[in-house]
């Protein structure tokens, strides 16, 4: 069978309701060059069949920034690193505030408070960032999400009476390929925070970095895992090596793989947000709006933790102009 016959017998079976096994899916990986552009196509298709013209947007707030204990070899925010990165205590209410009410003004569908760390055991910010999750709740219409590390089931609990619906942890990338990438936690601490979320009935939003030096199974192998886990929402960051990490060097994907990646991903997760993420612009340039054409139904809006994006209106003005339309709360309408 040829790469294009592959392509659009896979595709059909998606489309028809089946599910990819993980050696069809490794096998989009290897199709040729110029078949590439069908597979984008295939999985804009499968986007449109399962999850429609809406985009999810989401908004993000780096509330605490660096001197994390852990080594994660691609994060500006790790204390193992020298990076020039603005490090900072958990900021005032008013900031957080602040903060949220731009990104209503947006037009962000969600709002995410996000710290540096690897959770939060024995945080002494823990009741002040719940204080803030309800601010944010009485003050605006934006869904709120948060993403403060590795949890127990008391911390989940407590995030949902505050009214979290939709937490963010990443796996970063696959069981696998994690002891390269991280050792000061383990692969697994990461599943069992996702699995307390599911648990408590909320949304997880959980994907990871590619361009680490890990190979296409890699990141078929993080897929599947993220299907197991039934998460809602797969955020897909590609790395733009900061100095000072130990991923610094680390020379970047070619553009075409980074949107076969997305159309992969669509084909394995059919109905799940795939996300737009951090390192799209630095990766992609003037390719950026094609991640809406290869199965992408969500993105971060504007600035990330430690990077800057194109603006919340440049964002929205590519998805308006691809046909797609963002999804709005009634604040933002």
């Known amino acids: 069978m040829t790469s294009y016959d592959l392509v659009f017998s896979l595709g059909k079976k998606v489309l028809d309701g089946g599910q990819l096994s993980f050696e069809e899916a490794l096998s989009l990986t290897t199709i040729d060059a110029g078949d590439i552009p069908i597979l984008l196509g295939i999985a804009n298709k499968i986007r449109e ?3 429609g013209s809406m985009v999810d947007t989401c908004q993000i707030v780096n509330a605490r920034s660096g001197n994390c204990s852990e080594n994660c070899k691609f994060c500006a925010q790790s204390a193992h690193h020298d990076t020039d990165i603005e490090t900072y205590p958990l900021v ?16 962000a569908y969600r709002f995410c408070v996000v710290t540096a760390g690897c959770g939060m055991h024995g945080d002494a ?48 990338t696959s069981e696998s390929y994690f002891p390269s990438i991280c050792t000061t936690h383990t692969f697994q601490e990461r599943v069992d925070t996702i699995k307390r979320i599911k648990a408590a009935g909320l949304e997880v939003c959980s994907g990871g970095i590619i361009g680490m030096g890990e190979k ?109 339309q963002p999804i709005h709360n009634l604040g933002n309408a």
Not at 92 to 107: C, G, M, P, W
């Open 216 to 324: 296409w199974h890699h990141r078929i192998e993080m897929a599947f895992t993220l299907r197991e886990l039934d998460v809602d929402s797969v955020p897909i960051n590609v790395l733009n090596p900061v100095k000072g990490t130990a991923l610094e060097n680390q020379e970047r994907l070619d553009p075409m793989e980074i949107l076969q990646t997305f159309a992969v991903f669509r084909m394995i997760l059919p109905q799940k947000i795939i996300r737009y993420a951090g390192g799209r612009e630095h990766s992609l340039g003037e390719l950026v709006p094609l991640g809406f054409l290869s199965g992408i139904n969500g993105m971060l809006l504007g600035n990330y933790l430690t990077t800057s994006g194109r603006g919340a209106a440049n964002d929205l003005a590519t998805v308006a102009a691809l046909g797609l």
């Open 125 to 172: 910010d823990f009741e002040q960032i719940l204080s803030y999750i309800r601010r944010i709740g009485d003050e605006t219409a934006l869904e709120r999400c948060c993403s403060l590390g590795t949890l127990n089931e008391d911390h989940v609990n407590a995030l949902k009476a505050a009214g979290i619906t939709r937490y963010h942890h990443n796996l970063e």
């Open 49 to 51: 069949k399962f999850t």
């Open 92 to 107: 005032s209410e008013s900031a957080i505030l602040r903060a949220a009410r731009k990104a209503e003004s947006d037009h």
